[in-house]
C-alpha cells in the first residue's frame, strides 16, 4: 500500500457552494460548467482520501469518480 | 405537539409500511442508505402505527469505541418490550469495567426469548458501529434471534456483518437507496400534507432537481412553507447548478427568524443539544420552545428522549450548520466550546466537558478536568473512552502534563502493565511534589490509590500499608478532611475509600493472614453498596469470599456464590474482579471432592484471570489447578502447577500466606514422582519460619513414607497432630492423621490406623475436606475400616465414593438448590445417617437403643419426606441435599 501522499482528484455532481467547501481547505475546486459537476484536487496520503470521502459521505455529496492523475504513467 | 402522538408531517409512505410490514415476517431487515434517505422518519412512522401494546424497542447507536453503552442500551431497549413482566429481581444494567458483550448479548435473547408476542427491535445509526468486537456479537445476535423476535436495522453503508445463512434461509429482508427514493405520486402527498400548493410542472421539476431525496424534499418543505411564491422557489431551484443540501439548507436558513438562525448555528457544534444549554449558547433565553417548534415542523431536528430534554440535529444538517458557523463566525467557535465545556462540567457530563475543552485547545485545562474525573470514569468502565480522550491529546505540547500521566498510569494497571503504570506514576509524583502547595488535594489522594493499586498487585506489603494509612482515614479524618468540601469530592472520597479498603483487606488477610482484611473487605462490601457502585460490590466481595477461605470454606463458598450472582446479573461473568471468587470457589471445590466442578470454576477462572490479578490469587489459582491434577492422579501436571505457583510466590516481598503449602506440596509431589533428593533439597531450602510449619512437616512425611521410613514419617507428623503446631488451615491436620495413619499401617499397627483414620474424620466432616485422603491415595486404608467401628460411618462412605470416581453433594445445592430442603426431626436425621451402612433395621436399632419399630416408623416417614421409595433412593437424596454426615451419629 502506498504511504506517500499522491494527487487524487475527486468528482463530485453539483456546484459546491463556500459552506461546503470549507470542509475541504486542503483541497482545490475546480467548478465545471457542462453536466454541473465540481472537480476537488489536491495531495493526499490513503488516510487522508478516506478522511475526505467519509466527510463527503456525511454531507450528502454525489460521488461520481476518484482519479489519479499521473499514476498510470509510472 | 405533546409527545407521543405521532408525528404529522411524516406522510405515510404506504409503498415502504407495507414493504417493512411485509419484511417483518422475516427474521431480520436491513435498510441501507445514504445519509439523509429518508431511514429514521421510515422507522419512526412505521414504529407509530404499531399498536401501543406492539411497539417496538428502538436503539439509536451512537458513536462510541467499544460498543458499551450500546448493548446496554439495547438491553434496556428489550426490557421495556415487556412491562409487564416482572422486572423487579433484576438490576438495571450498569457501565462497568471489564464488560462483556458476548454475556450482555446472552441476557438481550433470553429478555427477547421471554416476551410472550412477537416483538421488534428497531436500530438506527448501526454504521456507527464500528468495534469489530461489538459487530461480531451484533452478528450473533441477529442469527440467534428467537422465533419471536424481529430486528430491523438502519445504516448509512453495507456493514461487515456475516449475514449469509439468513440471507440464503429467506430470514432476510433488505431496502436499499432505490427503494425509499420518493416517486412522483409521493412528492406529490408529501407536499399535499404539508398544505403546500404547487403546480403539476413545479411538483415533477421539485421532484427530479432533488431526484426524490427525502432530506432534499423535506428541506424544500420547509422553505417553501408560508413562501410567498413557490412557483418561484422551484424554478430558482432548478435552474440552481448547487448542490441540492447546500442549497437548500441555505434558503431554510434564511427564512428562519434571527434568533431561530443563531440558536442553529451556535449550537451546531454541540452532538446533542438541550434548551438550556442552548441559551447559554446564544447568551438568551427561549431555545427550549424554539427546539421543540424544530422537531415538531420537522425541521431536521429529533428529540433524544421521551421527555423531550435533550436534542440532536440531523448529521447532514448539522455538518452544513457547524461548516456555515465557521465560515460566518470563526472568531466565535473558540469561546462556543469554552460555554459547553462549563456547562458539561456543572451537569457532571465529564467526557463532553472534556471533548469541547479539547476543541477549545485549553489542553492544559482539558488535562486537569480530565485527570480529576478519570478515577470515575474507570469505575464507570470508560476505558476505551478515556483512551480516545487521551489520543486527542497533540502529542509534544501534553507530554509533560502531569494529570495525563495519572490517567495513562490508570490505563496501564487496567492493562496489567505494571512496569509501564509504574513509570506514569512516577511521573505523576513528580510533577505533584514540584507544583505550587495549593494543588488540589485529590491529584494526591487519586495518585495514592493507584499506587496503593500497584503495590498489592505486586505484593509490595509495606507500600500497600504506607498509602492505605493515608487512603483510609474516615472520610471526616485528616486524610479526607482536607478536600472533601463539594459532593464531587465527597463522591469521590467514597471511590477512593472503597478501593483503599479492598486493597488492604487484601493484603491484611493474603500476605499478614490478619483477621482485620476481612473486616476491611467487609467494610469496602457495605460502602460499595451505599454509593451504588456495584462493579466495586463484586469486586469487593469477590476478595472477601477469597479472603473467608482460611477461615471457613462454607463462608467462603456462600460469599463467592454472592459475588458470582450478582456479577452474572450485570454479564460480568468472567470479568477479573471475579477471579479471587472464582478462584476461591475452585479451592473449596476441590477440597470437597468436587473435581468436574472445580476444574469447570478453574476454566473460567482462566478466562477472568487474562489480565494480571496480582500473585495472591495467581498462586492459589495454579495451587487449586495443582491440587485438581493430584486428585486426578496426574501427578506431573500436578508438579509444574506447584513450582509455577513457588515461582511466584518467590517474587514476592512477603511470604505468602499459603507459603507452606505451595513449598510442601510441590516437595510431597516431588517426592511421589520419585525424586526424593529434590523434594530434600527443597526443604532443606525454606527459611526458618517455613522450616517448622505444620505443611512442611506433612511434605517431610510424605518424604519419609516414600523412601519406606515410616517411623520417619510419625515423628514428622507427631507435632502437627497433637497441635503443638499452629495451622493455617485444619486441613493440613487431617493430612497430618491421614500420614500417621498410612505410617501405622505400614508398621502394622492396625488399631493405630484405624485410630488416625477416625481422628482425620472428625477433623474433616465440618468442612467436608475429602482431598487430603484422595491426595495420600488413603483409599486402601480407609477401606480396611470397620464402618461399625466409626462414628463417621456416613461421612467415611462419602469419602470413600468420593475416591472410587463419584460425584458428591454439593454444599451448596444443600442450600441454595432447587425444591425445599425437606424438615427432618433430630431422631430421623439420627436413623437416616444408619441408612447408608450395611446394619439392618434390627441392627440400627440396637446401635440406638431402640425398639425395630420404632426405627422402621422413622424410616417410613423418612422415605415419604423424601420422596423416597427404598433405602438406595433415600441415600442417593439425602446425599444431594447433603443431609448426611454432619456430626457424628453418637
Redesign the interface.
Known amino acids: 500500500m502506498n504511504a506517500e501522499p499522491a494527487l487524487y482528484s475527486i468528482r463530485v455532481g453539483g456546484h459546491l457552494g463556500e459552506t461546503v467547501l470549507s470542509a475541504f481547505p486542503t483541497l482545490v475546486a475546480e467548478c465545471q460548467d457542462p453536466g454541473a459537476q465540481t472537480v476537488l484536487t489536491g495531495l493526499l496520503d490513503l488516510s487522508a482520501l478516506y478522511g475526505v470521502l467519509a466527510q463527503m459521505e456525511r454531507l450528502g455529496l454525489d460521488l461520481i469518480e476518484v482519479t489519479r492523475p499521473g499514476a498510470a504513467e509510472r | 405537539m405533546p409527545a407521543g402522538q405521532g408525528h404529522p408531517h411524516l406522510i405515510a409512505r404506504q409503498r415502504l409500511l407495507a414493504a417493512l410490514e411485509q419484511a417483518a415476517s422475516c427474521a431480520v431487515t436491513i435498510i441501507t442508505a ?3 434517505s429518508g431511514k429514521s422518519s421510515l422507522l419512526r412512522s412505521w414504529s407509530d402505527r404499531q399498536e401501543q401494546s406492539h411497539r417496538p424497542a428502538i436503539v439509536q447507536v451512537q458513536h462510541e469505541p467499544d460498543g458499551q453503552l450500546f448493548w446496554l442500551a439495547v438491553l434496556d431497549a428489550v426490557r421495556g418490550l415487556a412491562q409487564d413482566r416482572d422486572h423487579t429481581e433484576e438490576l438495571p444494567a450498569v457501565a462497568a469495567p471489564d464488560f462483556s458483550s458476548e454475556a450482555i448479548v446472552d441476557r438481550i435473547l433470553d429478555e427477547l426469548a421471554a416476551c410472550p408476542d412477537r416483538v421488534s427491535l428497531l436500530i438506527d445509526d448501526v454504521h456507527e458501529l464500528t468495534s469489530p468486537e461489538a459487530q461480531t456479537q451484533l452478528t450473533r445476535m441477529l442469527t440467534q434471534l428467537p422465533d419471536n423476535a424481529h430486528v430491523i436495522l438502519a445504516a ?2 453495507d456493514l461487515p456483518l456475516r449475514l449469509h445463512r439468513l440471507r440464503l434461509d429467506g430470514r432476510l429482508a433488505e431496502l436499499r437507496a432505490a427503494d425509499l427514493r420518493f416517486t412522483e405520486d409521493e412528492t406529490r402527498a408529501l407536499l399535499k400534507a404539508s398544505g403546500i400548493v404547487l403546480s403539476d410542472g413545479a411538483t415533477a421539476r421539485l421532484h427530479e432537481r432533488t431526484e426524490g ?1 427525502a ?1 432534499g424534499l423535506r428541506l424544500a418543505v420547509l422553505s417553501l412553507h408560508g413562501h410567498p411564491d413557490p412557483e418561484r422557489f422551484v424554478t430558482e431551484f432548478g435552474g440552481s ?7 437548500l ?2 434558503e431554510m436558513l434564511d427564512r428562519q427568524p434571527r434568533d431561530v438562525q443563531d440558536m442553529l448555528l451556535r449550537t451546531s457544534i454541540l452532538t446533542r443539544v438541550s434548551g438550556d444549554l442552548a441559551d447559554v449558547l446564544t447568551g438568551r433565553p427561549g431555545s427550549e420552545r424554539i427546539l421543540l417548534g424544530l422537531e415538531d415542523a420537522n425541521a431536521f431536528v429529533v428529540s433524544l428522549d421521551a421527555e423531550r430534554t435533550w436534542f440532536r440535529y440531523h ?2 444538517f448539522a ?2 450548520l457547524q ?2 458557523l ?2 460566518v463566525h470563526p472568531d466565535e467557535v473558540r469561546g462556543l466550546h469554552r460555554r459547553a465545556a462549563a456547562w458539561f462540567t456543572e451537569a457532571g457530563m465529564v467526557v463532553e466537558a472534556v471533548r469541547h475543552t479539547q476543541a477549545a485547545g485549553d489542553w492544559a485545562a482539558a488535562a486537569k478536568l480530565f485527570g480529576n474525573h478519570s478515577f470515575g470514569l474507570m469505575l464507570d468502565g470508560q476505558q476505551e473512552t478515556m483512551q480516545s480522550l487521551l489520543d486527542a491529546f497533540p502529542s509534544p505540547s501534553t507530554a509533560d502534563l502531569p494529570e495525563l500521566s495519572a490517567v495513562r498510569a490508570m490505563l496501564d494497571l487496567w492493562r496489567g502493565r505494571l512496569d509501564e503504570a509504574a513509570a506514569h506514576l512516577a511521573v505523576t509524583t513528580t510533577c505533584i511534589t514540584d507544583s505550587p502547595p495549593e494543588r488540589p488535594a485529590r491529584a494526591d489522594a487519586t495518585v495514592s490509590a493507584l499506587s496503593l493499586e500497584l503495590a498489592r498487585r505486586r505484593g509490595d506489603v509495606a507500600e500497600v500499608m504506607r498509602h492505605a494509612a493515608l487512603l483510609t482515614a474516615p472520610p471526616t479524618g485528616s486524610g479526607f478532611g482536607s478536600f472533601s468540601t463539594s459532593a464531587e469530592d465527597i463522591a469521590l472520597g467514597a471511590d477512593l475509600r472503597v478501593v483503599a479498603l479492598m486493597n488492604l483487606g487484601m493484603v491484611e488477610a493474603w500476605s499478614l493472614g490478619l483477621p482485620d482484611g476481612a473486616k476491611h473487605l467487609a467494610e469496602a462490601v457495605e460502602l460499595a453498596r451505599f454509593i451504588g457502585r456495584p462493579y466495586l460490590e463484586v469486586a469487593a466481595l469477590s476478595q472477601l469470599g477469597f479472603a473467608t477461605k482460611l477461615h471457613s470454606f462454607s463462608d467462603a463458598r456462600r460469599i463467592s456464590e454472592q459475588a458470582l450472582a450478582l456479577a452474572a446479573q450485570h454479564g460480568w461473568d468472567t470479568a477479573p474482579i471475579l477471579a479471587p471468587a472464582l478462584v476461591a470457589q475452585a479451592c473449596t471445590q476441590v477440597f470437597n471432592g468436587e473435581f468436574d466442578r472445580c476444574e469447570a470454576t478453574l476454566t473460567q477462572a482462566d478466562e477472568a484471570l487474562r489480565t494480571d490479578a496480582g500473585p495472591d490469587i495467581g498462586v492459589l489459582h495454579r495451587f487449586s489447578w495443582g491440587l485438581l491434577h493430584l486428585a486426578r492422579g496426574r501427578m506431573s501436571e500436578a508438579e509444574a502447577e506447584f513450582a509455577a505457583g513457588y515461582e511466584m510466590q518467590a517474587g514476592m516481598s512477603h511470604p505468602h500466606v499459603l507459603g507452606g503449602f505451595v513449598v510442601g506440596w510441590l516437595a510431597a509431589t516431588r517426592a511421589r514422582l520419585g525424586a526424593v533428593a529434590e523434594a530434600q533439597a527443597l526443604l532443606a531450602a525454606v527459611d526458618y519460619a517455613l522450616a517448622g510449619s505444620a505443611e512442611v512437616s506433612n511434605a517431610r512425611a510424605v518424604i519419609a513414607l516414600v523412601s519406606g521410613d515410616p517411623a520417619a514419617a510419625l515423628a514428622a507428623t507427631s507435632a502437627v497432630v497433637d497441635g503443638t503446631i499452629r495451622t493455617t488451615h485444619v486441613s493440613t491436620v487431617v493430612e497430618a492423621h491421614v500420614l500417621a495413619g498410612l505410617a501405622h499401617d505400614e508398621v502394622g499397627a492396625q488399631d493405630r490406623a484405624w485410630e488416625s483414620v477416625e481422628r482425620a474424620l472428625a477433623a474433616s466432616e465440618p468442612e467436608r475436606l475429602i482431598l487430603p485422603f484422595v491426595m495420600a491415595d488413603a483409599g486402601a486404608l480407609l477401606e480396611s475400616v470397620p464402618r461399625q467401628r466409626s462414628a463417621y460411618g456416613p461421612w467415611l462412605t462419602e469419602v470413600l465414593d468420593v475416591i472410587h470416581g463419584a460425584v458428591p453433594a454439593t454444599a451448596a445445592t444443600a442450600g441454595l438448590g432447587p425444591g425445599p430442603v425437606p424438615e427432618l426431626s433430630a431422631t430421623e436425621l439420627r436413623v437416616l445417617r444408619y441408612l447408608p451402612t450395611n446394619l439392618s433395621r434390627p441392627e440400627i436399632a440396637s446401635e440406638l437403643s431402640v425398639s425395630v419399630n420404632t426405627v422402621s416408623t422413622h424410616v417410613r416417614r423418612i422415605y415419604a419426606k423424601l420422596q423416597a421409595t427404598d433405602r438406595s433412593s433415600a441415600v442417593q437424596r439425602a446425599r444431594e441435599l447433603h443431609l448426611l454426615g454432619t456430626g457424628p451419629t453418637r
Do not use: I, K, N
Open positions: 445514504p445519509a439523509g448509512r453503508r431525496w432530506a447548478d448547487r448542490t441540492v443540501a447546500e442549497y439548507v441555505a448529521h447532514l455538518d452544513l461548516l456555515e465557521r465560515r
